[in-house]
């Protein structure tokens, strides 16, 4: 779980600066992200052991799954924002 939120960090602040230079490819990597971050968060949410319980507890699923609210408020507010040219 450390790696993964390691290269996620890695991953936005790569976004962040390739949206203050201007890259094209900036907005859909953050969606790409966003997805990928969010299939992450509740696949770690909701898979279950072989007991039937889930394999984290439900405060630490629900601990990995607030990075996706402010990731989800992040990609809406970056694709409101008219593109600079």
């Known amino acids: 779980m450390f790696v993964i939120g390691a290269l996620g ?5 790569g976004t962040t600066w390739a949206i203050n230079a201007g890259k094209r490819w900036a907005r ?6 966003f997805v990928l971050g969010t299939g992450i968060g509740l696949a770690g ?3 279950k ?4 319980v ?3 507890p439900p405060v630490l699923g629900w601990a990995g799954m607030t990075s ?3 990731s989800a408020l992040a990609v809406a507010l ?3 924002r008219p593109r600079s040219t």
Do not use: E, N, Y
Not at 9 to 13: C, L, N, Q
Not at 28 to 33: D, G, I, K, L, S
Not at 49 to 52: A, L, Q
């Open 45 to 47: 949410l909701l898979t």
């Open 28 to 33: 859909p990597a953050a969606t790409v992200m």
């Open 9 to 13: 960090v890695i991953a936005w602040f």
């Open 68 to 70: 996706c609210l402010a």
């Open 49 to 52: 052991d072989t007991s039937g």
């Open 78 to 80: 970056l694709w409101k």
């Open 54 to 56: 889930t394999g984290l």
